[in-house]
């Protein structure tokens, strides 16, 4: 059964793997934080192009985590939750918000490209949502018992408490500016970016109180982490200049947290099931 599932010792071998789209987005990683590092140093602006480079690969990154997402949902169905379902709600309403947002910029070439990656993102958490309240909506979910038996992270939840409360310091503390800021359009993606940061921090919450990732496999989370950081960067050179981008910073800053808690505490648990005796049993 485990095999079947995807958790026995092949299969989390093969999940908790670091595999080439990981090595490849943790070497792009290292020149692109000195070029932006540069931007902020030499205080000029960085060029178009290269942010529009590193956001497309975001994206496409993004879409591959979640194809690895789909795979273990689908290899479990039925058998156990794999996504928790705040995750999976709020990251499809954030993401919704933020493909409306491009309506605005559909007649670029770039507003193009950005509304077809984030459509294809609410179209996979849609789908995730469909496949979990069709096949696992009546399964019991193992938290619950692990968070009944408090077995917690206790050092990614003091982390976590003083990431979350940075982040709403920086929020509160430049919404009025942000508001001013921004037009429909950028509200929305801004509404959306909260929403799915949000998601994240509610599955960083759940992981670290019952140290179950909520996110899985460990192929997935780690590029997404990656990205995240790339993303993070591309925003770093107007963190001075304008609220909206202090709002996303700190946003990025606490869901950077959350998935590399989540990602450890998914290679961790990987490597035990792959680590573990292998049981065979018998039907009679």
Request: with cysteine; hydrophobic share 45%.
């Amino acid at each position: 059964a485990e095999e079947a599932a995807g958790n026995g010792p092949g299969g989390a071998d093969a999940a908790s793997r670091v595999d080439a789209v990981t090595k490849v987005s943790g070497v792009l990683l290292l020149p692109a934080a000195v070029y932006y590092l540069y931007c902020i140093a030499a205080k000029r602006a960085p060029s178009e192009h290269v942010t529009f480079v590193l956001d497309t690969y975001s994206q496409l990154v993004g879409l591959y985590a979640l194809r690895r997402m789909h795979q273990q949902l689908k290899m479990n169905l039925g058998v156990r939750p794999i996504l928790a379902r705040t995750f999976q709600a709020f990251s499809f309403f954030g993401s919704a918000l933020s493909t409306t947002s491009f309506l605005g910029t559909i007649g670029s070439t770039t507003g193009k490209a950005y509304f077809t990656y984030s459509l294809l993102h609410t179209l996979a958490y849609g789908y995730f949502i469909y496949l979990t309240l069709t096949y696992n909506k009546a399964l019991p979910d193992p938290r619950e018992r692990r968070r009944v038996r408090g077995v917690m992270h206790t050092k990614s939840f003091l982390g976590l408490l003083a990431i979350t409360a940075g982040m709403l310091y920086v929020w509160l503390k430049e919404a009025r500016g942000a508001l001013k800021e921004v037009n429909r359009y950028s509200l929305l993606a801004m509404v959306g970016f909260i929403l799915s940061s949000i998601g994240i921090l509610k599955g960083g919450y759940e992981t670290t109180v019952t140290s179950i990732p909520v996110i899985s496999p460990f192929s997935a989370v780690a590029p997404l982490t990656i990205t995240m950081l790339l993303l993070i960067l591309t925003k770093l050179p107007h963190f001075g200049s304008s609220p909206v981008m202090r709002v996303y910073v700190a946003g990025y800053a606490a869901i950077i947290y959350c998935l590399v808690v989540i990602s450890y505490l998914a290679y961790r648990a990987e490597q035990r099931i792959r680590n573990a005796p292998r049981r065979i049993t018998s039907r009679l």
